[in-house]
């Protein structure tokens, strides 16, 4: 029987494990939070997490673009869309540089992991720079993280080195780019029209 | 009938009370085609819960004879439940293509309609009728219940206006034949 | 909170249930309801209507012979009269068939309609919607008639005919009442059971014309289904053959009259046991032959689309339909005749109602037990309905026809 995993012994595993690991502030809500160094901790992360902490369940991998701030021309119609009056605000305008919007060209991505014996929850914070964005799979240790891995490929532009089929899973064939990217560029498709 | 009065239109006239007949055909033949209207078990988005709603018990469709079939040979209608992103138009029009004539669509909702709230993003369709042709829309984000019924006995309203002969007839499909549209725009 | 406090209603009156009251000072009782008076003068009306028409009619058969007689009187030869009578009766059989289905379909609307409080079809025809079956055929004959490119034409025109042919031949010994029947069989048990599995091949056959990876399934499951509950369909009513000694549907009838004590009715299903195990098992078995839920998988549409009639429309899909609702009141009729007595009547004294009334009106109650059974269980798995079939019916049916061998030895009738 092990010992029930907690988050002070998670956390303190992860750091001693995984060098230059700190904790990350502010973390995602309440929750342990982890900011990695490099993308060569993550297997070791995933592996330690999954095989002696129990936190079998991979429960989503996304990521952040923070690239900015955005220029809404082009991507927002900004006709009213009441023609009845014109008191409505107009399209929503990005913040500007600061401590809340920290612009700068990386992706920031976050896997959350799951130990549903204990109720622990753990998060896992990495940077990769925008331009070669490349990080390792974890598709060899949870099989969750297939699917999820190719949704972040497609609408993110992330590389997952090893996973077995990196290939678009959301958006159509046509699409080119990846449209969660900050500067994508929308090429008018055929459903576009006028 | 309708194939001989649209290949051959003369024929009614000679006829000795061949336009009564005819008028009175149309009536029989609208009244059945009015009260089985079927449609294809299909659902996209948010708006298909409101419709599986409408045939649930409070709401009941099948008073109006509105029953759903799971394959589209068997289905009159194409109900566009939800949102149609760019990837699913394809399947749509597919669908469409695989019912037998007479075929009516009803665009359910604001994202059917017109893209709705995702008119500006790069993979929603804006608007259903841009790939397939539409009888009725409905507005609503999503429609409740009621509305679809409405949508519905307009649609009813809709093919008692059909005639066999070509000319009178209500829908797009009745006065275009929606088997010559050229639909493939992917 | 802040409202004023409703006032204290004094409860008096029927209780309808642990929360409500009949409400006693608009209506006395539920007769005082003119609602209610009217349904139940309806409900009379109906039911003595029937008695009427039965009454009036007396025994269709022997009307039957009435006409027969007429027809051989106009000098017509003799070959031309056996002819014009064979086609009266074919015609008189595909009628009932076609009835069926117009009535049926839009009997199982409203049953499961009013199982999941809904009301049914309500508009089409004005009351209660009675001409929705109607208007369905209209439309569904007006509908445009498609074939896949992939299919292979000819079997896809030809699948449906070879569905329901089977099921016309079926009924002819088939008794609508006592002597009442196309034609009258020796052999008549044996004869339905042969040509009712006959209809398989027909769904194969559509199943693989329709060059559709869901049609194929539904139509191998199909015919592995069918197949399967024919073995326990006719082994559940070899006791029914034992008691009666015949496999003559008229004598099997006959054999049932009477009543044991003056009022129970020497009905096969009040045989102890044996005979209600033997209407279980066939009841079961009928069910998973007509392809109804809960055995529907060969068409189930959360797997299969529609399974074997997924690439038919209009006219071909109904003739599918019609198949099915043919196959479900040959299977109420046999059950009426095999179990429920035929053409009896439940109790001494009510002999001067006509024997085809008793007749439709078991069939009918065991239609309904058929709709029931289809709104109320869900659908099994393959492996469920084939493990069933092998390992439990099959078994007991062979059981079942032991014991029926023990009460007749013992009983020492034969």
């Known amino acids: ?194 | 009938m309708g194939i001989i009065l649209d290949k051959a239109p003369m024929i009614a006239r000679p006829i000795p009370g061949g336009q009564v007949l005819l008028t009175t055909a149309d009536y029989f033949i609208d009244l059945g085609r009015k009260y089985s209207v079927w449609p294809l078990t299909f659902g996209l988005a948010c708006c298909a819960i409101e419709m599986m709603v409408a045939y649930a018990g409070r709401f009941d469709f099948d008073r109006l004879g509105v029953i759903p079939r799971p394959s589209p040979r068997q289905a009159d209608l194409l109900l566009i439940a939800g949102t149609v992103t760019k990837k699913m138009a394809g399947p749509i029009q597919e669908i469409y293509h695989q019912m037998p004539e007479p075929r009516f669509v009803i665009s359910m909702g604001s994202c059917a309609n017109c893209g709705g709230p995702y008119f500006d993003s790069y993979s929603v369709v804006k608007g259903v009728d841009r790939i397939i042709p539409v009888d009725v829309y409905i507005p609503g984000c999503p429609p409740r219940p009621e509305a679809l019924i409405y949508g519905v006995l307009e649609l009813q309203k809709k093919i008692t206006r059909m005639k066999l002969a070509k000319g009178g007839g209500a829908t797009h499909q009745q006065e275009k034949g929606s088997r010559d549209l050229a639909g493939s725009n992917a | 909170m802040n409202g004023p406090a409703a006032p204290a209603v004094k409860r008096t009156g029927i209780m309808l249930s642990a929360t409500r009251y009949w409400p006693t000072e608009i209506w006395k009782s539920p007769w005082s309801l003119p609602r209610y008076r009217a349904g139940a003068a309806w409900l009379a009306g109906i039911l003595l209507g029937i008695c009427a028409v039965g009454a009036a009619a007396g025994e269709l058969s022997a009307w039957g012979g009435r006409l027969l007689a007429l027809l051989e009187s106009t000098g017509l030869p003799a070959y031309a009269t056996a002819w014009i009578w064979l086609l009266f009766k074919l015609a008189c059989v595909i009628g009932v068939i076609v009835a069926n289905g117009l009535w049926a379909v839009w009997w199982e609307r409203k049953i499961s309609a009013h199982m999941q409080s809904r009301f049914g079809p309500m508009y089409a025809g004005g009351f209660h919607g009675w001409a929705q079956t109607i208007f369905d055929t209209i439309k569904l004959l007006l509908k445009e008639d498609v074939t896949p490119a992939a299919a292979d034409r000819v079997m896809h025109a030809l699948a449906p005919v070879i569905a329901i042919a089977p099921c016309v031949m079926a009924f002819a010994p088939v008794l609508f009442g006592t002597d009442l029947a196309a034609a009258n069989l020796d052999i008549g048990v044996l004869y339905v059971f042969a040509f009712a599995g006959v209809s398989v091949i027909g769904v194969v056959m559509a199943g693989w014309a329709s060059g559709n990876k869901y049609s194929l399934l539904g139509g191998l499951r199909a015919a592995a289904q069918i197949v399967s509950y024919e073995l326990p369909r006719g082994f559940s009513v070899v006791p029914v053959l034992m008691f009666a000694g015949s496999l003559d549907l008229a004598v099997i009838d006959r054999a049932q009259a009477g009543y044991w004590l003056g009022f129970l009715p020497r009905w096969f299903i009040f045989y102890p046991v044996v005979g209600q195990l033997s209407f279980l098992f066939f009841l079961i078995a009928s069910v998973a032959e007509t392809n109804r839920t809960p055995f529907d998988i060969p068409e189930a549409e959360s797997e299969l689309v529609a399974g074997f009639h997924t690439e038919f429309s209009g006219m071909k899909w109904s003739l599918f339909f019609l198949t099915e609702y043919g196959y479900v009141l040959l299977s109420s009729f046999l059950l009426a005749v095999f179990f429920l007595g035929g053409g009896a009547a439940p109790l001494p004294g009510l002999g001067f109602i006509p024997s085809w009334i008793w007749m439709t009106g078991k069939a009918m109650l065991m239609m309904f037990v058929f709709l029931w059974f289809r709104w109320t269980f869900p659908r099994l798995r393959v492996d469920q309905l084939m493990d069933f079939n092998w390992k439990f019916l099959l078994p007991w049916c062979f059981a079942n026809i032991g014991l029926a061998g023990l009460i007749l030895y013992l009983l020492g009738t034969r």
């Open chain 1, 1 to 194: 029987m092990k010992t029930p995993a907690t988050r002070e012994a998670a956390a303190a595993a992860l750091l001693e494990r995984c060098s230059d690991a700190r904790l990350a502030e502010p973390g995602v809500k309440n929750y342990l939070t982890v900011r990695l160094a490099s993308p060569k901790d993550l297997l070791a992360a995933a592996r330690l997490l999954k095989g002696e902490l129990g936190f079998g369940y991979l429960e989503m991998i996304t990521a952040v673009d923070w690239l900015g701030p955005m220029k809404l021309e082009g991507l927002v119609s900004s006709r009213n869309p009441n023609p009845f009056t014109d008191k409505l605000p107009g399209p929503p305008v990005p913040p500007a540089a600061g401590a809340g919007a920290p612009y700068r060209p990386v992706l920031d991505l976050l896997w959350s992991f799951g130990n549903l014996r204990d109720g622990v929850k753990v998060f896992l914070r990495l940077e990769v720079p925008r331009d070669h964005p490349e990080v390792p799979s974890l598709a060899g240790e949870f099989a969750a993280a297939d699917w999820q891995e190719r949704e972040v490929y497609d609408l993110l532009g992330v590389r997952f080195a090893g996973h077995p089929n990196l290939t678009k899973i959301l958006t159509p064939d046509f699409i080119n780019g990846h449209p969660l990217r900050k500067d994508y560029a929308h090429e008018k498709d055929s459903y576009d029209g006028d």
